[in-house]
């Protein structure tokens, strides 16, 4: 069986580095090969990686909610490779992202249960996206102590600027740094905000839930 996992991708080389140092990490879990993918704008690119395929394949998305690539551009791309594949969904929301999230924070200084605190994300077009971000939110408040509101730098959604006030803390609910972490954390402390945590990045955690997420998309493969 092989691993593939598939993030976004970004121009930036530290961005793509963490897709790649967590795909290591969940491979030497599991003690499988494991190749990270991307999207768009890095090498290499999942459709590439994906069409050649001849054994077992487990493909875990690195994105953290459904939208267009989850529904509509990673099955197209897996269907059309063919061959012994099964996609699974993506990893967020999920407690153990949110446990991440809750640990950047107080390494950036945060004191829990203290301040309004905003969770900002990418955001998409899909309205199942904004049913995900409520859902991460939820998860967070719960570590929080209090209610997460929510936030989008692009398509459905209210920006920062109309959601964090002075005083706010903010999580950025990005994997990676690159384009959308540097708005998150400019438009985050225009806004007001005294606080903006690190992106999730590579954490163990994080490649504990890819591993997991492996083994039971290979259970469901190997059933069919």
């Known amino acids: 069986m092989r691993l593939v996992t598939v993030a976004h991708g970004t121009r930036r080389t530290s961005g793509n580095e963490v897709a790649r140092e967590l795909t290591a990490a969940a491979g030497e879990r599991l003690g499988v090969e494991a190749v990270c993918s991307y999207v768009e704008l890095s090498d290499p690119l999942f459709e590439t990686v994906v069409a050649a395929s ?27 490779a063919g061959g012994p594949l099964v996609l699974g969904r993506p990893l967020g929301p ?31 077009s899909d309205p199942l996206a904004t049913r995900d971000l409520t859902r991460a939110a939820e998860l967070l408040g719960r570590l929080w102590g209090g209610p997460v509101e929510v936030a989008t730098l692009s398509a459905l959604g209210r920006r920062p600027a109309e959601v964090v006030r002075p005083g706010d803390v903010v999580s950025p609910y990005l994997l990676s740094p690159g384009y959308f972490a540097d708005r998150a954390r400019a438009e985050s402390l225009e806004a007001g905000a005294v606080c903006v945590a690190d992106v999730i990045g590579p954490d163990p955690l994080v490649a504990d839930l890819i591993a997991q997420r492996t083994l039971a998309l290979d259970a469901v493969r190997r059933s069919a």
């Open 54 to 80: 001849v054994e077992p394949t487990v493909v875990v998305p690195l994105l953290l909610s459904t939208g267009f690539h989850v529904r509509q551009d990673l099955p197209r791309m897996a269907e059309a």
């Open 94 to 124: 999920h407690q153990r992202i949110a446990e991440v999230q809750l640990a950047r924070l107080v390494s950036a200084g945060a004191s829990v249960g203290s301040g309004r605190l905003v969770l900002v994300a990418a955001g998409s």
